[in-house]
């Protein structure tokens, strides 16, 4: 079990798509002791149903933490907003500009505070990580 982990909207909606096998509720709360969410990956779990429902009983027993970046320090802050503009230069692209926001912002929070998991179903964001946020530092 992790200390601490992210989570991304598209294993919310994975794991939570079926109402008949609640895997979002059961299994999620088994990989941490803190789960976070951030709320621009949390408003984009909206279909099927049954994932926005399995989400929201997670946050409503405090199972499953949302945050945003605009809770943070303004040191924080300021290293928030210079990580995410670092990883939306490679990750998002400006016609579609809410393409990969989840990621993105998760990213950025889940650096600042030292979590070092993120949870996603995204095959191919692990290069970027290592190249944008796995420096060394």
Known sequence: MYDKIIVDADICI???SKDKYP???EVLPLLAKEIYIHSQAYSEVLIPDS???Q???LVSQKKVIV????ELEPKERCIYDMV???LANVMIDPRRPNKNKGETCSLAYAKVKAIPVFVTDEKDLQPIIDSQ???GL
């Open 84 to 86: 995410f503009n670092q």
């Open 51 to 53: 994932a926005r429902r």
């Open 23 to 25: 895997f979002l509720t």
């Open 55 to 57: 989400l929201n009983v």
């Open 14 to 16: 994975k794991l939570g």
């Open 133 to 135: 946020l796995n420096t």
């Open 67 to 70: 945050v945003n970046e605009t």
